[in-house]
């Protein structure tokens, strides 16, 4: 099957009736951004730059170290574009591995992502003139995960414009970058309008937004079973941010599980989403399944998927806008 994909390659990603997509990857270290071009990736949708935080908590990476970091990253994509999370620590990411018993400190409800970020702005300033530098390099979007409140939008937006004064003052060379927020706290899905006054591009964490709204804890085997992508409070939620976007003229990716499962490409096509970001190991299987596909029968499909009371059902109906649709 890798073989038979393989071919696929260098195949634009583009579906039966024209519609173009892109396909973006997923990655955790800069040396990936290699993973990311072999597997035909048009650029990196999410760099989580957690990676190089996590096991050092009485060691944090510096400015110099982090930028180092990212411009690898941007260099190694070879001009096409980078978006660099601010880091996500906290939850399923703790930041020192060797107490994890101790990961209450950051709980999924907690001061995880941006709340950490905003709680310690020296840091945070050193992460954003790190990023803001690597963009000298190449094409870079900024990506703020956890958002939810208009206080937090209004702090980071004013610390992003604190770094470039910082940077102004040191003379240091830097460049422009696209601002984006995740979309994966159910009240962001909701406050989607307000968002989109305030940032470039969104770009949903479907991981999150799914534990978020079903009250499930993603890293929790014993409600594994419950952590459902097609509950219909989760598909209106990623459905409305999609259609919401493009209304305004926005960019929206998915960079969440989400975007790699090849059994919801056509429903996320249906939805209207045309950017997927995703292990670079996902990627020639959903560019398979957008090759087969047909839009204009997904998109009245897709709403009535969403509007199903039982969407996975739904999906498996005849008429389910597929080949034989
Ligand atoms: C998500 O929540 O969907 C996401 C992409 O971020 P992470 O998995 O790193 O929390
Ligand atoms: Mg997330």
């Not at 190089?52 to 260099?75: I, K, S, T, W």
């Not at 940077?167 to 240091?172: A, C, I, P, S, V």
């Not at 470039?200 to 085997?221: H, P, V």
Request: aromatic content about 4%.
């Amino acid at each position: 099957e890798r073989g038979r994909l393989s071919r696929l390659l260098h195949t634009p990603a583009v579906t039966m009736d024209g519609e173009k997509v892109l396909l973006l990857a997923n990655i955790e270290m800069p040396e990936d951004a290699n993973a990311a071009l072999k597997a035909g990736a048009l650029g990196v949708g999410l760099f989580r730059s957690e990676f190089l935080f996590m096991g050092r908590q009485n060691n944090l990476p510096d400015e110099e170290e982090q930028y180092h970091a990212y411009r690898r990253a941007v260099e190694g994509m070879q001009g096409l574009p980078v978006t660099i999370r601010t880091v996500d620590v906290g939850a399923d990411k703790p930041l020192d591995n060797s107490t994890r018993d101790n990961s209450h400190l950051n709980p999924a409800l907690g001061l995880r992502a941006i709340r950490w970020s905003l709680a310690d702005p020296a840091m945070f300033l050193t992460q954003l003139r790190a990023i803001l530098r690597a963009a000298a390099h190449g094409k870079v979007n900024l990506l703020v995960p956890m958002l939810a409140h208009a206080s937090e939008i209004r702090q980071t937006l004013a610390h992003v414009q604190q770094a470039r004064a910082q940077l102004d003052q040191k003379g240091l060379v830097y460049g422009p970058v696209k601002l984006g927020a995740m979309i994966e706290i159910p009240a962001a899905a909701l406050s989607v309008k307000y968002f989109l006054k305030h940032f470039d591009y969104l770009s949903i964490g479907t991981n999150d937004l799914i534990q978020y709204t079903l009250a499930i804890d993603r890293a929790d085997e014993s409600v594994a079973h419950l952590y459902d992508p097609l509950h219909p409070a989760v598909l209106r939620l990623v459905s409305e941010t999609i259609a919401e976007s493009i209304a305004q003229g926005k960019e929206v990716t998915v960079c969440g599980e989400m975007a790699g499962d090849i059994s919801l490409t056509r429903l996320l096509l249906g939805m209207g989403l045309r950017t997927f970001s995703m292990h670079p190991a996902q990627i020639l299987a959903v560019k398979q399944e957008i090759l087969r596909a047909d839009t204009t029968r997904l998109a009245p499909w897709a709403k009535r998927v969403c509007a199903a009371d039982d969407p996975a059902q739904e999906m498996t109906t005849a008429a389910r806008g597929h080949r034989t649709a």
